[in-house]
């Protein structure tokens, strides 16, 4: 089944700490991305990818990490994390066209205390 | 600057009855046009876009959505509402001339009653 993988699905943590959020993809796409969703914000992009080791910053980097390394595995990795960086996060994958539509994660719910 | 308005946090229909969950946007140039769905506790799915050609475009589900470009618009549409159709939708949009950068609304939540 074609999918993309997000784990955790959920994980409360404390400022500082450092975590990372694995996102895998069994579809051999080009494109990666990740997305935090935020009530009335809609979904803002972090940071995306475009091939191994070709990464770029979306609308809300700042605080954020990724890394491209297999084309198959896009993680988001929160160095020194903040409340405000509590939020529900998406992974998402597409083929490198523009004008594909992107297959998204299930989410994680990331609570920094 | 880019951007993706959808002016109604909630729409509330009545099932059986035509629902429309509007969308507008400002790129420059001619956009790629994409809705999606959310599910309570899942990521977004995919319903329809909009690269080309006919204003019309016909999804999943039965849904369906009218380009505009005069007006800007990407509206979405179904004919007859289902109470399964209550969930959050997203209009979202690309730029064909720049990075891969999409853009979403804010979201506009479909309730249907029974």
């Known amino acids: 089944e074609a999918q993309v993988t997000q784990n955790p699905r959920y994980l409360i943590t404390v400022t500082g700490k450092k975590l990372t959020v694995t996102c895998s993809q069994n579809m051999n796409h080009e494109y990666m991305s990740w997305y935090r969703q935020d009530p009335g914000l809609g979904l803002r992009q972090i940071y995306y990818?475009?091939?191994?080791?070709?990464?770029d910053k979306g609308d809300v980097p700042e605080g954020y990490k990724v890394s491209r390394k297999e084309k198959r595995n896009f993680p988001l990795i929160l160095e020194s994390p903040s409340p405000n960086q509590t939020s529900l996060y998406f992974c998402?994958?597409?083929?490198?066209?523009?004008?594909?539509?992107?297959?998204f994660g299930d989410g994680t719910r990331l609570s920094i205390l | 600057a880019q951007s993706v308005a959808q002016p109604e946090d909630q729409v509330n229909v009545a099932e059986g009855n035509p629902l429309t969950v509007k969308c507008t946007y400002s790129v420059s140039g001619n956009p790629y046009l994409f809705w999606y769905v959310q599910y309570p506790n899942r990521g977004l799915q995919f319903l329809l876009k909009y690269i080309t050609g006919d204003n019309l475009v016909k999804g999943s589900y039965g849904f369906e959505a009218e380009f505009n470009k005069s007006q800007t618009s990407f509206h979405l549409k179904k004919p007859s509402a289902l109470v399964s159709d209550s969930a959050l939708y997203f209009c979202?949009?690309?730029?064909?001339?720049?990075?891969?950068?999409?853009?979403f609304g804010s979201g506009t939540r479909l309730l249907v009653r029974p």
């Open positions: 990818s475009m091939n191994v080791e070709v990464t």
């Open positions: 979202a949009v690309r730029d064909r001339d720049s990075s891969y950068k999409l853009i």
């Open positions: 998402a994958s597409s083929r490198k066209d523009s004008n594909q539509p992107q297959h």
